[in-house]
């Protein structure tokens, strides 16, 4: 459902937006060019065309933060929030062409720069997003099947619940090693390790790793309860294995927001020291 919204916001009125979009750029660059040809060096930020352009681009950016405060006031109709987002889209797009434009390509170790840059780092951001909302809903599908996360969960309990009953007639290394299992594996984590999906030193997989470490059984009850706990840690890893690239993801469908909204701020902040320094230094 989720995805043929956000594909719906991508083609929005026949990508009215992306025609929009385009044009501008087609003619900022015509302009460009046609002004660049005329003189002896690249029009720079502080020539008319470059005024023009940055005037153009930060109230792009104002505008295009504003969609935060404009997705929290529901109106349907004319200019709903679907279209919002087209434009959204499209036209932080274009940023790429007219904010570049405007710099005459001029670049250094300095504020201006910085606000270039994190523009740049808003738009990869949201560019990573929709690539996001397009491919990993049928990707969570896909990887889940018919398994639903409780299911997963219940899973995982009930598999726990054997390894604590085959534990029974072990020695005290090899409940030990069961132990490590039952009570240090952790399913998830920060959002960190959801996202990069490293679980190497998961303590289910370390007590895989002992249990074949474990000197020869005593008895021949103690040799089939190890051989079943091996089978059935076993198939914990593979349970926790699907949960965690169900967790991974989840965390891939926010994370882009995380960068997002965060270098959104930093942008207003470096923009406002860069029109202000300019201003200043007139
Ligand atoms: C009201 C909007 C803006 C105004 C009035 C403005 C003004 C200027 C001026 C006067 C310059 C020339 C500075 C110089 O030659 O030393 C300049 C350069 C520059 N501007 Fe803007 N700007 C605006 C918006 C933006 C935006 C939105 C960005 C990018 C996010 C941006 C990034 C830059 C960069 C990277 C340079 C080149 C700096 C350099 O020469 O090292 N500006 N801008
Ligand atoms: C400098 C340019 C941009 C700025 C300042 C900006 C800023 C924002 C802000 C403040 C939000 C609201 C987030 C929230 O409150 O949840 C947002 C949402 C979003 N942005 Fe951007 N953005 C920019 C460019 C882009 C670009 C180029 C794309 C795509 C290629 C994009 C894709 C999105 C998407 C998909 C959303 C979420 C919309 C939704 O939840 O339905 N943004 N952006």
Same mark, same amino acid.
């Given at each position: ?9 991508? /083609? ?19 302009v ?7 003189l002896?060096e690249?029009? @720079? ?8 352009? $940055?005037?153009? @681009?930060?109230?792009l ?8 405060? /404009?997705?929290?006031v529901?109106?349907?109709?004319h ?6 987002? @087209?434009?959204?889209v499209y036209?932080g ?32 951001? $949201? ?9 990993l ?13 409780? *299911?997963?969960?219940?899973?995982i ?11 029974q %007639? ?8 069961? /132990? ?15 996202l990069?999906?490293?679980? $190497? ?18 008895? %021949?009850? *103690?040799?089939?309860a ?9 198939q ?7 949960? /965690? ?16 909204? %965060? ?20």
């Open positions: 459902m989720r995805q043929r919204t956000h594909e719906g916001f991508l /083609r929005h009125k026949g990508f009215r937006w992306a025609q929009i979009a385009t044009l501008l750029c087609l003619v900022v660059v015509a460009y060019f046609f002004v660049a040809a005329r002896a690249p029009p @720079s930020g502080g020539s008319w065309l470059g005024y023009t352009l $940055g005037t153009i @681009s930060a109230g950016i104002v505008w295009l933060a504003c969609l935060g405060i /404009r997705k929290r529901i109106t349907a109709g200019y709903s929030l679907k279209a919002w987002v @087209s434009a959204h036209l797009l274009s940023l790429t062409v007219l904010a570049t434009l405007h710099t005459g390509f001029q670049f250094g170790w300095n504020v201006h720069t910085l606000a270039y840059v994190l523009m740049m780092l808003v738009i990869a951001s $949201g560019a990573l997003g929709i690539w996001a909302y397009a491919t809903p049928q990707r969570l599908h896909g990887n889940r099947g018919e398994t639903t996360r409780k *299911q997963m969960l219940e899973a309990e009930s598999l726990d619940k054997q390894l604590h009953d085959l534990a %007639p072990l020695d005290r290394a090899g409940a030990q090693v069961v /132990r490590l299992s039952l009570e240090q594996t952790e399913i998830g984590g920060g959002f960190w390790r959801r990069t999906g490293a679980h $190497g030193d998961c303590a289910n997989l370390r007590a895989m790793r002992k249990l074949k470490q474990l000197p020869a059984p005593a008895t %021949p009850r *103690q040799a089939e190890l051989a079943r706990i091996e089978t059935v840690l076993q914990k890893a593979d349970v926790l294995g699907l949960a /965690r690239r169900q967790m991974q993801i989840t965390a891939l469908l926010e994370g882009w927001l995380f960068v997002h909204i %965060p270098a959104t701020f930093a942008l207003l902040a470096a923009l406002t020291a860069h029109v202000v320094s300019v201003f200043t230094y007139w």
